[in-house]
């Protein structure tokens, strides 16, 4: 709650990447300016929303709904949506971490470590992945693994499948998928499943349909053509880049692949532990669901390695399943080892964040000012501030005709020095040297909102 309150008074991180795509929506929203996406950059193209569209028709709807929503009833703008971001984050995290304990067997230390380390691990995960939907997925697991506790029968059915459906309005890849291990679960209750068991199963997806795009501001079928096109683009980009810069050393999870890789050998024991005690039939129904639904995750989260929140996102549920056996003393210590490490990532961000209260750093309302201090004579800016453009229909973030002004950030660069720009001259260079504490390298850059402005050349 501390991390997440002193972030939201920086207007903090500076967000990039693919983040954009997902979270400038939400401040358009917020400020009564449309669910749109004004940055657009590759892989987005005018097949999705047709030459000049910008509307967000790509990708799950809630979660920039929701912080858009919460957003304009708190005024409107970038530092109210950032700030909701991050409250939202505690709250998914602590929905997961509650989930995960109810299922937790065990009624000693490892329980109590487990109490401790839990809040903190979701929390990092959905910090590491600021700005993208996966947050609103983890909440949603949550409430999942909550109600397993708390419902039984068609209520529990209905419950889940409407989860499901609002997990497939966040995250559509993650929603079909998800339908494989509610099937699973299903089968492995051993009661046979009635027809009004499956109408209220349909009924509450429907609802979880109807509902979500009752607040949507556009067609449900141009959404659903636009997810269609994205995807097909998506999986036709490059596959296999970016491994160690996601798996191995991108800062908020460092050793992500370990913390994934220590889970999915432990599951499978368990899983099978659990079906030994199934039909010959049912045996054979859920051993098929597990393997497309390995088939499934491997096309989805690992096949484009920089997908990795299409993993991540399933770690509740493993540890879930982890929690409901009894664990070796080696997997116990494994386990937690896993844990910590988004932790640290967590820890380390802790750092950054508190470098943003220095007196020479620079903040979000300086750039805005300058943005727009420089609008009327047209100005270029990296994707990573967007945040701070006050109308970023005023600015652009690449392409057309070469502008009078250009912005570049230095957080997401890794840069210490301002690059050399054809045909520009560097009129301020706001960039900063890296943090170190006690000697140690923290992060390559100040982490917050450092640029370099140009002008064009006479």
């Not at 939201?8 to 358009?28: C, I, N, Q, R």
């Not at 210590?333 to 910590?340: C, E, M, R, S």
């Not at 950054?352 to 270029?380: C, G, N, P, W």
């Not at 009078?404 to 210490?416: F, K």
Request: with cysteine; net charge positive; charged share 15%.
């Amino acid at each position: 709650m501390v991390f997440a309150g002193l972030a939201s008074l920086k207007t903090w991180p500076v967000l990039d990447g693919d983040a954009p795509a997902y979270f400038s929506p939400a401040v358009e929203f917020s400020q009564g300016r449309g669910l749109l996406n004004p940055t657009w950059l590759p892989p987005l193209d005018d097949s999705i929303d047709g030459p000049g569209g910008r509307r967000y028709i790509y990708h799950g709807l809630i979660y920039p709904l929701l912080i858009g929503w919460l957003g304009k009833v708190s005024g409107g703008g970038a530092a109210p949506c950032v700030a909701w971001m991050h409250f939202f984050n505690v709250i998914a995290a602590l929905s997961c971490a509650v989930g995960v304990l109810g299922f937790c067997r065990q009624q000693d230390c490892f329980r109590k470590i487990l109490s401790f380390i839990l809040p903190l691990f979701f929390f990092g995960l959905c910090e590491a992945y600021a700005g993208r939907p996966e947050p609103a997925v983890f909440f949603l697991m949550g409430l999942g693994l909550i109600a397993l506790q708390n419902l039984q029968g068609v209520l529990l059915t209905s419950a889940l499948t409407f989860l499901n459906g609002l997990i497939f309005l966040t995250s559509p890849a993650i929603g079909v998928l998800g339908f494989l291990p509610l099937l699973a679960f299903r089968i492995s209750r051993k009661e046979r499943i009635t027809l009004t068991e499956s109408a209220f199963g349909v009924v509450a997806l429907i609802a979880a349909l109807v509902l979500s795009f009752s607040f949507y501001p556009y067609s449900s079928i141009d959404w659903f053509h636009g997810v269609w096109r994205h995807s097909r683009i998506n999986l036709g980009l490059p596959q296999g880049q970016g491994f160690v810069q996601t798996w191995i050393t991108r800062a908020q999870t460092p050793l992500l692949i370990f913390t994934i890789g220590v889970v999915a050998l432990l599951v499978p024991r368990c899983i099978l532990q659990g079906v030994r005690s199934q039909t010959t039939v049912a045996r054979s129904c859920l051993l098929t669901l597990s393997l497309l639904f390995l088939v499934g995750l491997v096309k989805i989260a690992f096949s484009k390695t920089e997908a990795s929140y299409n993993a991540v996102v399933w770690i509740p549920i493993f540890i879930s399943i982890l929690v409901t056996t009894e664990l070796s003393k080696i997997s116990r210590v494994a386990l937690l080892f896993a844990l910590i490490l988004p932790v640290l990532g967590l820890a380390r961000s802790g750092l950054v964040l508190m470098h943003q209260f220095r007196e020479e750093a620079v903040s979000l309302r300086e750039v805005s000012s300058l943005i727009s201090a420089k609008e009327k004579d047209s100005i270029q800016i990296s994707t990573g501030l967007f945040l701070a453009a006050p109308d970023p229909k005023l600015v652009s973030f690449g392409g057309g005709p070469e502008p009078l002004w250009r912005m570049e950030q230095q957080t997401n660069r890794g840069v210490r020095e301002p690059r050399d720009l054809s045909g520009y001259r560097l009129v301020e260079n706001r960039f900063g040297g890296p943090i170190r504490i006690l000697g140690l390298p923290i992060s390559r850059t100040p982490g917050g909102w450092e640029y370099a402005l140009y002008r064009r050349k006479k």
